[in-house]
């Protein structure tokens, strides 16, 4: 069952925001909105143009001065003015209205509960009070930003020299892989330099003993020519020329192919690598020291914060939480 408490919410509630009524406007469908409400539901809409309840959407047309040429709800309108009222009296005193501040208990006062439990309390005119507190908001406000403003120039200068630094240790590791780099190519050069020395050494004799197997094998070509057509000749020719033949054999025997020979010099071709798996244990290139250090004062800004009232006005809640959102 509704109760009386219910029915005036929903009266005085705009079905767009949710909220108290603000210039309650009345469609033709008697339907009240907010103006804002309205401006923002139509914004699209141009005078003359029609348009939808969005409550029952029933159809009406825009007025001619737009949305604000509706009709305000002024039974709404007095609704909206009791609820503010009753939302002046005194928690003690329904029937009385709060008119002071009372600076020891922090609470609104009627001048009923001034005359009695609040006589020799420091108080003063809420209008005055409030004036003085939005200066106060003023001064938190301003002072949160610029320390937010501070903090931010501060973290851009500490990230600059984190960077700086990071690039320094990285140029000194490239720097020492560098050094270690050219070190491990000097000796590859250096094996592979006396390797291709011991090669040149040899490059002469090779020579030598090509040209000299070339002169023998001119030699041999020749023998066997002579013999063939020695073998082919009369008895007597053979008989005659045999013993001149065997000595030119006996000559290609001993001189000219038994000097086509390489003699390499007495080297040992072998190559034994280092142990790798010693050289991975080595830090050859350095090591790195990561040391994390709790900066101070870092959490002071956020403790000032808290130390605050500002969240007790609706009218800077924009701002803190867009500061909040800034970290």
């Known amino acids: 069952m509704a109760t009386a408490n219910s029915v005036t919410a929903n009266l005085t509630t705009c079905p767009i925001c949710l909220d108290l009524f603000d210039n309650p406007k009345s469609l033709p469908c008697l339907h009240a909105f907010c103006l804002k409400c309205l401006q923002g539901q139509f914004r699209n809409k141009a005078p003359g143009q029609r348009a939808s309840c969005p409550n029952c959407r029933k159809e009406f047309q825009i007025p001619r001065d737009g949305v604000g040429g509706l009709q305000h709800h002024f039974i709404v309108q007095q609704l909206v003015d009791v609820i503010r009222q009753r939302g002046n009296s005194c928690d003690k005193h329904k029937d009385k209205e709060v008119e002071l501040y009372c600076y020891d208990c922090k609470e609104n006062i009627c001048l009923t509960c001034f005359a009695g439990k609040h006589r020799n309390h420091n108080s003063d005119l809420i209008p005055e009070v409030a004036d003085n507190f939005r200066h106060r908001i003023n001064d938190d406000v301003q002072q949160i930003l610029s320390a937010i403003s501070s903090a931010s120039k501060r973290s851009g200068m500490d990230v600059a020299k984190f960077r700086s630094k990071v690039e320094d240790v990285e140029k000194k590791v490239l720097a020492v892989g560098d050094v270690v780099k050219r070190s491990i190519d000097s000796q590859v050069n250096g094996v592979l330099m006396e390797l291709r020395s011991v090669t040149s050494e040899n490059a002469k004799q090779i020579e030598s003993v090509q040209e000299a197997y070339q002169l023998a094998l001119v030699k041999v070509e020749d023998f066997c020519a002579d013999s063939q057509e020695l073998l082919g000749k009369r008895p007597s020719d053979v008989t005659r020329a045999a013993c001149e033949l065997h000595d030119r054999a006996t000559e290609l025997l001993d001189n ?54 500002i969240l007790r006005t609706t009218l800077l809640d924009t701002t803190f939480f867009a500061v909040l959102f800034f970290f």
């Open 256 to 309: 000219d192919i038994a000097a086509v020979k390489y003699r390499p010099p007495y080297v040992t071709f072998t190559f034994t690598p280092a142990d790798v798996t010693q050289v991975k244990r080595l830090s050859l290139i350095g090591k790195l020291t990561v040391r994390r250090e709790e900066q101070p004062g870092t959490s002071y800004l956020l403790q000032y914060i808290d130390s605050r009232y």
